[in-house]
RNA sequence: AGAGGGUUGGGUGAGUGGCUGAAACCAACAGUUUGCUAAACUGUCGUACGGGUUAAACUGUACCGGGGGUUCGAAUCCCCCACCCUCUGCCA
């Protein structure tokens, strides 16, 4: 979430920002914001007095009753009675300044970078670059979701029978292409300086405040009831969260973090037309990379990122194009998103396999994630963290764009890793 | 799942309801000294939110797993919750 002293001290910025995002009644919510932290600040200052006062009298009894003279001591505590009731009442009023000045940030998105275009929607979005060419296949190409039947390597109905739609089952090359896609991923991502992690895949609330996914998102997170934990809709949960409430020291930044978990989305009312086959699914495996930096080095780390994540789509031979997503179309908690769409020559569509975000201090404000420098002042680190990358959507265009009359050609970044050259 | 025991600062670990934001030790940091390494000695050594200051200094409040309660006063007493350990049970 943002925080106070930024909307104050760039009160324009900010504003420029939300409107950006297409924001209603933006100015409104920051003199909102304003208005509560002044009464809080004010409410504090009263609170803290009163206090004080009380805390002086406690300690005169303490000492008056050591020194056996009970009668002043108890003269002197009437006038606490009073004291306590105001206490009280400033008590609450602070707690629920705090709480509604809480409440309100936590409605409030990220203010977008500087770079980001103005924009409602994905039409908006900003090409920055294409990679590639497009293949062009012979008569009688199929899209991914008859290739799978025709080659018999991945199973919606049998995924529908055993849990439901969302949910398929891969067997023989498809397992194994997903099991490689996966080793590739991984192997990359250690060969460029990240530290694999293997996190649990259920998460409690507090991580998913942490990382944004709460409050208002709950809804697209499946939900153990019995034990109150949150399935992961991405290894950015568990991850990030793994620097909740931490205070590192400068040295030890940047933090590069990759971990491949399984992702668990409900979608709820997102189907349509263009979501067939492995285009959107309730369970997919992902790898992702986590970075947490110094506020300098954030921008040069998301560029970074971004060629990352390139070099995989060129290795695995795949056309794709970069966007910068518009005001209107970034996630909540985002400063600067990449999305990276490959073209998938089946359907003949671009699909997003990645995206790469920097989320300046608007996670670590809400983890307390900092870092301690040479002048032994804390302040908040920079998150990011991309897909790199998703593997449903990968799939797809491999199968797609690789097609034969006589099979499925696989890269040859893979083979090693799969065993086979072709399906 | 049942019974019992725990949770204190970066770590170990004291703490009888009142001068305890918290002993001691270790680690860390700064300095002094001996020719370097090392050792010894001295000092510093939590976080958050306020007030204050150009910035400091200084200062108030809160925090001893989390939340609530008793009390003039709670790390200390009571209740609820979470987590950890031990034993029993179950189990990949």
Same mark, same amino acid.
């Given at each position: 979430?943002?925080?106070?002293?930024?909307?104050? !001290?760039?009160?324009?910025?900010?504003?420029?920002?939300?409107?950006?995002?297409?924001?209603?009644?933006?100015?409104?919510?920051?003199?909102?914001?304003?208005?509560?932290?002044?009464?809080?600040?004010?409410?504090?200052?009263?609170?803290?007095?009163?206090?004080?006062?009380?805390?002086?009298?406690?300690?005169?009894?303490?000492?008056?009753?050591?020194?056996?003279?009970?009668?002043?001591?108890?003269?002197?505590?009437?006038?606490?009675?009073?004291?306590?009731?105001?206490?009280?009442?400033?008590?609450?009023?602070?707690?629920?300044?705090?709480?509604?000045?809480?409440?309100?940030?936590?409605?409030?998105?990220?203010?977008?970078?500087?770079?980001?275009?103005?924009?409602?929607?994905?039409?908006?979005?900003?090409v920055?670059?294409e990679y590639g060419t497009i293949p062009a296949l012979f008569d009688g190409k199929l899209p991914h979701w008859e290739l799978i039947k025709k080659y018999?390597i991945i199973?919606?109905? @049998?995924?529908?029978?055993?849990?439901?739609?969302?949910?398929?089952?891969?067997?023989?090359?498809?397992?194994?292409l997903?099991?490689?896609l996966?080793?590739?991923?991984?192997?990359?991502?250690?060969?460029?300086?990240?530290?694999?992690?293997?996190?649990?895949?259920?998460?409690?609330?507090?991580?998913?405040?942490?990382?944004?996914?709460?409050?208002?998102?709950?809804?697209?997170?499946?939900?153990?009831?019995?034990?109150?934990?949150?399935?992961?809709?991405?290894? !950015?949960?568990?991850?990030?969260?793994?620097?909740?409430?931490?205070? @590192?020291?400068?040295?030890?930044?940047?933090?590069?973090?990759?971990?491949?978990?399984?992702?668990?989305?409900?979608?709820?009312?997102?189907?349509?037309a263009h979501v067939r086959g492995l285009n959107r699914?309730?369970?997919?495996?992902?790898?992702?990379?986590?970075?947490?930096?110094?506020?300098?080095?954030?921008?040069?780390?998301?560029?970074?990122?971004?060629?990352?994540?390139?070099?995989l789509l060129q290795k695995l031979e795949l056309p794709y194009r970069v966007l910068?997503?518009?005001?209107?179309?970034?996630?909540?908690?985002?400063?600067?998103?990449?999305?990276m769409e490959v073209y998938s020559a089946g359907q003949e569509r671009w699909l997003e396999v990645s995206?790469?975000?920097?989320?300046?201090?608007?996670?670590?404000?809400?983890?307390?994630?900092?870092?301690?420098?040479?002048?032994?002042?804390?302040?908040?680190?920079?998150?990011?963290?991309?897909?790199?990358l998703a593997l449903p959507r990968i799939v797809a265009a491999i199968l797609e764009n690789n097609q034969t009359p006589e099979g499925i050609k696989m890269p040859k970044?893979l083979?090693?890793?799969?065993?086979?050259?072709s399906i």
């Amino acid at each position: 979430m943002l925080l106070v002293n930024q909307i104050r !001290e760039n009160y324009a910025g900010v504003l420029a920002g939300l409107q950006k995002r297409n924001v209603h009644n933006a100015p409104s919510i920051l003199d909102q914001v304003i208005a509560l932290d002044d009464l809080r600040k004010l409410t504090q200052a009263q609170r803290d007095q009163i206090q004080a006062e009380a805390n002086t009298i406690s300690k005169q009894i303490g000492i008056l009753m050591k020194e056996g003279r009970a009668e002043e001591a108890v003269a002197i505590r009437e006038r606490t009675t009073q004291i306590k009731e105001q206490i009280k009442d400033l008590e609450e009023q602070y707690s629920k300044t705090e709480e509604d000045l809480k409440a309100l940030l936590y409605t409030i998105p990220n203010v977008p970078h500087s770079s980001v275009p103005a924009g409602k929607s994905a039409e908006d979005n900003e090409v920055v670059l294409e990679y590639g060419t497009i293949p062009a296949l012979f008569d009688g190409k199929l899209p991914h979701w008859e290739l799978i039947k025709k080659y018999d390597i991945i199973d919606f109905d @049998l995924g529908v029978k055993i849990t439901g739609a969302g949910f398929p089952v891969y067997k023989g090359k498809g397992a194994r292409l997903q099991r490689a896609l996966i080793n590739f991923f991984l192997d990359e991502a250690l060969a460029a300086g990240y530290m694999e992690i293997q996190p649990p895949i259920l998460v409690n609330e507090d991580s998913g405040y942490g990382t944004g996914q709460l409050p208002d998102k709950e809804g697209q997170m499946y939900f153990a009831t019995a034990d109150q934990l949150y399935l992961i809709p991405t290894a !950015e949960v568990p991850i990030t969260n793994l620097y909740r409430d931490v205070i @590192l020291s400068e040295e030890d930044l940047p933090i590069k973090n990759v971990g491949y978990t399984p992702c668990f989305r409900r979608e709820a009312g997102s189907w349509g037309a263009h979501v067939r086959g492995l285009n959107r699914l309730h369970q997919f495996d992902k790898v992702e990379v986590v970075q947490i930096t110094h506020p300098d080095k954030s921008y040069e780390t998301l560029e970074s990122m971004s060629s990352y994540v390139q070099g995989l789509l060129q290795k695995l031979e795949l056309p794709y194009r970069v966007l910068r997503l518009c005001g209107g179309d970034m996630g909540f908690t985002s400063a600067l998103t990449y999305d990276m769409e490959v073209y998938s020559a089946g359907q003949e569509r671009w699909l997003e396999v990645s995206s790469v975000s920097n989320f300046e201090t608007y996670q670590a404000n809400r983890l307390k994630l900092r870092f301690k420098g040479e002048d032994k002042k804390t302040q908040l680190a920079h998150s990011l963290n991309g897909s790199a990358l998703a593997l449903p959507r990968i799939v797809a265009a491999i199968l797609e764009n690789n097609q034969t009359p006589e099979g499925i050609k696989m890269p040859k970044v893979l083979h090693a890793y799969l065993g086979f050259e072709s399906i």
